[in-house]
């Protein structure tokens, strides 16, 4: 089992800046690839970034020059720091992290970019 729990979420105004947090806990040893999803009411999860275990990145084309994915292994935590934000990139970010077999999720972060 893995529990993760994300902060950093919070309304800040279009082109500022957020990092959020996903600290894992439990059975981390066995974390492969984690990364971050977002969520706007009444459309399906997408993906945003993702990072592996040896720090190989993704990210989605909406943000991947504004946005970087980093995991800092000794902590257990895997950040997000958001730059030059829009109001399109409002919604729940939710961390996730895949072992063998399984994948597990946080509860959820808000994050609300005013124009």
């Known amino acids: 089992q893995v529990h993760l729990v994300e902060s950093g979420g919070g309304l800040v105004q279009a082109g500022g800046s957020l990092r959020l947090s996903c600290a894992a806990s439990g059975s981390i040893f066995s974390i492969n690839t984690m990364g971050w999803y977002r969520q706007v009411s009444g459309k399906q999860r997408e993906l945003v970034a993702k990072?592996?275990?040896?720090?190989?990145?993704v990210y989605a084309d909406s943000v991947w020059d504004r946005f970087t994915i980093s995991r800092d292994n000794a902590k257990n935590t895997m950040y997000l720091q958001m730059n030059s934000l829009k109001p399109e990139d409002t919604g729940v970010y939710y961390c996730t992290a895949s072992v063998t077999g399984a994948n597990y999720w946080g509860q959820g972060t808000q994050v609300t970019v005013s124009s």
């Open positions: 990072i592996t275990s040896g720090g190989r990145s």
